[in-house]
């Protein structure tokens, strides 16, 4: 992520529904031998997390369920100046946003009634 300066990545995302819950993943690692690196990581101007790593032998999944306010947000990883060398910096990969799965309220309510159902039917039999 850094090349010769601690740099910022973002992306405007398009086409969003408001109050719809999306799941964000990305994977991060640092590169060894350039000292404390650090990233933060914000979706529609909200702080999610803050990646730190000197030494990394792995990647670092981080997973969100995050909720859209507007049409449109700014996801955004930034590299900051912790010590560490920007030469070498920050990896980040597999960056996603995918619409959460949410039951529809007529599911719900059919749900609902089976376990009231049955719920109904064990205190009879008792």
């Known amino acids: 992520m850094n090349a010769n300066t601690f740099d910022t990545l973002t992306q405007t995302i398009s086409g969003l529904s408001v109050g719809a819950t999306y799941t964000l993943t990305w994977a991060y690692d640092g590169r060894s031998g350039y000292?404390?690196?650090?990233?933060?990581v914000s979706?529609?101007?909200?702080?999610?997390?803050?990646?730190?790593?000197?030494?990394?032998?792995?990647?670092?999944?981080?997973?969100?369920?995050?909720?859209?306010?507007?049409?449109?947000?700014?996801?955004?990883?930034?590299?900051?100046?912790?010590?560490?060398?920007?030469?070498?910096g920050d990896e980040l990969t597999n960056v996603?946003?995918?619409?959460?799965a949410v039951p529809e309220p007529a599911s719900l309510a059919?749900?609902?009634?089976?376990?009231?159902?049955?719920?109904m039917?064990?205190?009879k039999r008792a």
């Open 43 to 88: 979706f529609g101007g909200a702080p999610l997390e803050s990646d730190f790593t000197s030494v990394s032998t792995q990647w670092t999944v981080s997973t969100y369920r995050v909720v859209a306010s507007a049409a449109s947000e700014v996801l955004s990883f930034a590299g900051l100046n912790v010590g560490g060398s920007a030469s070498g």
């Open 121 to 123: 039917r064990r205190r």
């Open 110 to 119: 059919l749900l609902g009634f089976g376990v009231f159902g049955a719920t």
């Open 96 to 100: 996603s946003l995918m619409a959460s």
């Open 35 to 40: 000292g404390q690196q650090q990233m933060n």
